[in-house]
C-alpha cells in the first residue's frame, strides 16, 4: 500500500469514510463531493492505478468491483438507471491514482457527458 494513498487509506480504516459497502475484494462510500443525489466510490482493496492494470493483475479483484458497483446500485435504489465512471489518467480528469468507479443515479444524467 503506498502511504500517500488516500484510498487505500480509507480502506485500511486510516481515515473516516461514509462506508456504504464491503466485501472482500472491494469498499464503496460516498463521494466527498457528490455530482449526484446518489454518488459512491467504489474501490478494490488492492492498490492498482487503473482498472486495466487491476484486470490484468487480478481478474477477481476487478470483477469484484463491478459485483460491488452492482450491489451499491441496488441498496441505493437507483439499479434501474445510473451510470458508472472511470476516469483513466489525469487527462481524463483521475484525481486519485488507485482505480475507482463513480457511481452516479438518482437524477437524470444528460448525454454527452464531459
Not at 13 to 25: L, Q, R
Amino acid at each position: 500500500m503506498p502511504e500517500d494513498c488516500l484510498f487505500c487509506r480509507i480502506v485500511a480504516g486510516e481515515v473516516p469514510a461514509d462506508v456504504v459497502h464491503e466485501s472482500g475484494t472491494a469498499v464503496a462510500f460516498r463521494d466527498a463531493n457528490p455530482q449526484a443525489p446518489v454518488h459512491v466510490l467504489v474501490v478494490p482493496r488492492r492498490h492498482e492505478p487503473d482498472l486495466a492494470t487491476l484486470t490484468r493483475a487480478d481478474a477477481d479483484a476487478a470483477s469484484g468491483v463491478l459485483r460491488a458497483i452492482a450491489d451499491v446500485a441496488e441498496a441505493e435504489g437507483v439499479a434501474g438507471g445510473y451510470r458508472i465512471v472511470l476516469n483513466t489518467g489525469a487527462s481524463a480528469g483521475q484525481s486519485v491514482f488507485h482505480v475507482h468507479a463513480h457511481v452516479l443515479g438518482g437524477r437524470d444524467l444528460a448525454w454527452p457527458p464531459g
